[in-house]
C-alpha cells in the first residue's frame, strides 16, 4: 500500500515511514476499511518502520472496526 504513495514500485519503499506516509498510510486504511484506527501514541511510534507498522496493523482487528 505505501508503494502507491508517490506512484513507487514496491521494493522502491524503504524500511523508515515519516510522519507523511504514516498518516497517508492511516487515512488510506480508515477509507479502506470504512473506520476510524484508534491508535494510541505507542503504537503510532512503532508504526515509524514498515515492519513495526505491519506489527501493530496485525494486532488489530480492523476489519471489525475494533482489537
Same mark, same amino acid.
Given at each position: 500500500m505505501l +508503494?502507491?504513495?508517490g506512484d513507487r514500485r514496491p521494493e522502491d519503499v524503504a524500511e &523508515? =515511514? %515519516?510522519s507523511l506516509e504514516l498518516?497517508? $498510510? =492511516?487515512?488510506q486504511l480508515e477509507q479502506h476499511y470504512g473506520t476510524a484506527l484508534d $491508535?494510541? %501514541?505507542e503504537e503510532l511510534a512503532r508504526m515509524s518502520t514498515v &515492519? &513495526? +507498522?505491519v506489527e501493530v496493523l496485525a494486532g $488489530?482487528?480492523?476489519?471489525?472496526g475494533s482489537r
Open positions: +508503494a502507491t504513495y &523508515g =515511514i %515519516d498518516a497517508w $498510510l =492511516i487515512h $491508535l494510541s %501514541d &515492519g &513495526g +507498522a $488489530l482487528k480492523v476489519e471489525t
